[in-house]
């Protein structure tokens, strides 16, 4: 058998590690294996940045769960190192679920949990469908109508005001309304609009790329590489269909369904080896059962779904 390439190996050895540090978090033996792994080369410590911005749960189990495990003052505790470990490796920033959690829902008018779906009017007569697991901000002034999608995804239904244009911010994707109704997405940071009715100006703020938007039109955007990743037209009935429990995909990536269907699912969802997370989707899946409608997305690459607790799925090859 030929052995695997250096980084896919030392991913799944990461992956390894997080997983055992998640089950036994209290256990000082795991945290000192953990800081051993991380030292031994950078390219150790790569793989540990990329397992903990796709793994989450490493920062929320430190900051919940080592609070007994604190020395006296002046003392070095194991936590310290491991935290400046993931530090080091980019991790809080990006892969701790505790903490950006907290930011959004300081930052937020209006937020949503895992499985909730909830109607918001706003002053101007707008209407907002918030989705699960999905965080507003409101930014109304005389001369402009701002909405800011902080996390997850929102149908908007907005009320035509020739005076203040309507626009919807993510990261750095603005879809402003143009007399319309239009849904605007962020799984995975790839940022979605879609058109109800009317037309939507889509384009990221920081670069020349613009689009007008007609009924029907979906385009997909990466904020990171400012490019639009696809676009296209579907029926209407399909736009924002997931008010519907449904979930329409046109060559999505396995890591974006994955983060939208991982909305009606509690816990979190670790997908244990990139290469999955990066294969392309199509299809339509029910959300009346998530859990089967995760396993239908991955099937087609022979992945399957597997429960390490309660409140952890873990996506591997088989």
Same mark, same amino acid.
């Given at each position: 058998?030929?052995?695997?390439?250096?980084?896919?190996?030392?991913?799944?050895?990461?992956?390894?590690l997080?997983?055992?540090?998640?089950?036994?978090?209290?256990?000082?033996?795991?945290?000192?294996?953990?800081?051993?792994?991380?030292?031994?080369?950078?390219?150790h410590?790569?793989?540990?940045?990329?397992?903990?911005?796709?793994?989450?749960?490493?920062?929320?189990? #430190?900051?919940?769960?080592?609070?007994?495990?604190?020395?006296?003052r002046?003392?070095?505790?194991?936590?310290?190192?491991?935290?400046?470990? #993931?530090?080091?490796?980019?991790?809080?920033?990006?892969?701790?679920?505790?903490?950006?959690?907290?930011?959004?829902?300081?930052?937020?008018?209006?937020?949503?949990?895992?499985?909730?779906?909830?109607?918001?009017?706003?002053?101007?007569?707008?209407?907002?469908?918030?989705?699960?697991?999905?965080?507003?901000?409101?930014?109304?002034?005389?001369?402009?109508?701002?909405?800011?999608?902080?996390?997850?995804?929102?149908?908007?239904?907005?009320?035509?005001?020739?005076t203040?244009?309507?626009s919807?911010?993510?990261?750095?994707?603005? &879809?402003?309304?143009?007399?319309?109704?239009?849904?605007?997405?962020?799984?995975?940071?790839?940022?979605?609009?879609?058109?109800?009715?009317?037309?939507?100006? &889509?384009?990221?703020?920081?670069g020349?790329?613009?689009?007008?938007?007609?009924?029907?039109?979906?385009?997909?955007?990466?904020?990171?590489?400012? &490019?639009?990743?696809?676009?296209?037209?579907?029926?209407?009935?399909?736009?924002?269909a997931?008010?519907?429990?449904?979930?329409?995909?046109?060559?999505?990536?396995?890591?974006?369904?994955?983060?939208?269907?991982?909305?009606?699912?509690?816990?979190?969802?670790?997908? &244990?080896?990139?290469?999955?997370?990066?294969?392309?989707?199509?299809?339509?899946?029910?959300?009346?059962?998530?859990?089967?409608?995760?396993?239908?997305?991955?099937?087609?690459?022979?992945?399957?779904?597997?429960?390490?607790?309660?409140? #952890?799925?873990?996506?591997?090859?088989?």
């Open positions: 058998m030929n052995e695997l390439p250096e980084d896919r190996r030392l991913f799944r050895e990461a992956a390894d997080a997983i055992r540090l998640q089950g036994d978090p209290d256990n000082r033996v795991s945290v000192d294996m953990v800081n051993a792994w991380i030292s031994r080369s950078p390219s410590r790569s793989a540990w940045k990329r397992v903990a911005e796709i793994h989450g749960m490493s920062g929320q189990v #430190l900051t919940e769960r080592y609070e007994a495990l604190e020395p006296k002046g003392a070095i505790s194991r936590r310290t190192l491991l935290v400046t470990g #993931l530090v080091g490796a980019g991790a809080i920033a990006t892969g701790s679920v505790a903490v950006p959690d907290l930011v959004v829902r300081i930052q937020a008018d209006h937020a949503t949990v895992k499985g909730e779906i909830q109607r918001i009017d706003l002053e101007d007569g707008s209407v907002v469908t918030l989705g699960p697991a999905s965080a507003i901000a409101i930014d109304y002034a005389a001369s402009h109508r701002i909405v800011r999608l902080l996390a997850g995804m929102a149908y908007f239904d907005v009320a035509s005001d020739t203040r244009p309507f919807v911010i993510s990261d750095e994707v603005a &879809a402003t309304a143009l007399g319309t109704a239009y849904d605007v997405s962020n799984d995975a940071g790839i940022i979605s609009v879609s058109v109800d009715h009317g037309r939507v100006a &889509a384009r990221i703020e920081s020349r790329i613009g689009e007008e938007l007609m009924a029907g039109d979906w385009i997909v955007y990466n904020p990171g590489t400012h &490019a639009v990743m696809s676009r296209g037209t579907r029926d209407i009935s399909q736009i924002a997931w008010r519907n429990g449904m979930i329409v995909a046109e060559h999505e990536s396995v890591s974006v369904l994955v983060a939208r269907i991982g909305r009606w699912l509690p816990g979190k969802i670790v997908i &244990a080896d990139p290469f999955l997370g990066a294969r392309l989707v199509s299809g339509v899946f029910d959300l009346s059962d998530p859990e089967r409608a995760l396993a239908a997305v991955i099937r087609p690459f022979g992945a399957r779904l597997r429960q390490a607790g309660p409140f #952890l799925t873990i996506l591997t090859p088989v």
